[in-house]
């Protein structure tokens, strides 16, 4: 199965700056890449599938970009609602598999 | 709006079967684009995909478990089931069921809210 590497494990950062989070694939997923965002207690949100396609009602200030095995999750100006966890997800083969996350908490 | 209802018993003893159902409002079961799914996350830890299942009944189930596990419709009840044997205290997670209805992709656009399940060591 495909191995799903997602970098840092924790993000400091403050409201209002820029995160970036990085995943990286085993193998090549082309562009069948999925982000979710997930807060304590709650299930995980779609924020992007296609590695760059917005689920409906996400706000502009998430982008995705990457293809084969780099991937990049960018939120543009950190909001109070946006710390939480953040996973990675292909499904470019069968299983599709997660990334083990990444944590963005306040700085 | 769709929407997904985990249930089951909380607790289950080694060695014995783990049974989930979700149940779907808002759209059927039958509609043959879409997979009706589940996935795990064990307490502080990451996701896992269990298996998908499609109205035509194709299944696919993560090849880590594929031995123990059976996923099934009950299209009279617009419901899809879990079944998971032979559990140990390492299948204590969240389940969630989940589905891709609406996009030709395979991830989860719609989760139930997830329900523990703790199998004591």
């Known amino acids: 199965e495909v191995v799903m590497t997602q970098s840092p494990a924790t993000l400091s950062v403050s409201p209002g700056e820029r995160a970036t989070l990085s995943c990286r694939a085993s193998q090549s997923v082309s562009t069948k890449l999925a982000w979710y965002q997930q807060k304590p207690g709650q299930p995980p949100r779609l924020l992007i599938y296609?590695?760059?396609t917005r689920a409906t009602g996400i706000p502009a200030r998430f982008s995705g970009g990457g293809s084969g095995t780099e991937f990049t999750l960018t939120i543009s100006s950190l909001q109070s609602e946006d710390f939480a966890v953040y996973f990675c997800?292909?499904?470019?083969?069968?299983?599709?598999?997660f990334g083990q996350g990444t944590k963005v908490e306040i700085k | 709006q769709l929407q997904l209802q985990e249930s089951g018993p909380g607790l289950v003893k080694p060695s014995e079967t783990l049974s989930l159902t979700c149940t779907v409002s808002?759209?059927?079961?039958?509609?043959?684009?879409?997979?009706w799914g589940w996935i795990r996350q064990p307490p502080g830890k990451g996701l896992e995909w269990i298996g998908n299942?499609?109205?035509?009944?194709?299944?696919y189930y993560n090849p880590s478990l594929t031995s123990r596990v059976t996923i099934s419709l009950d299209t009279s009840k617009n419901l899809f089931s879990l079944k998971l044997t032979s559990v140990t205290a390492a299948d204590t997670a969240v389940y969630y069921c989940?589905?891709?209805?609406?996009?030709?992709?395979?991830?989860?656009?719609?989760w139930g809210q997830g329900t523990l399940v703790n199998v004591p060591s």
């Open positions: 299942i499609y109205s035509s009944g194709s299944t």
């Open positions: 808002g759209g059927s079961i039958i509609s043959s684009t879409f997979y």
């Open positions: 989940a589905s891709n209805y609406g996009v030709a992709v395979i991830v989860g656009l719609y």
């Open positions: 296609g590695a760059s």
């Open positions: 997800q292909h499904y470019n083969n069968w299983p599709p598999t």
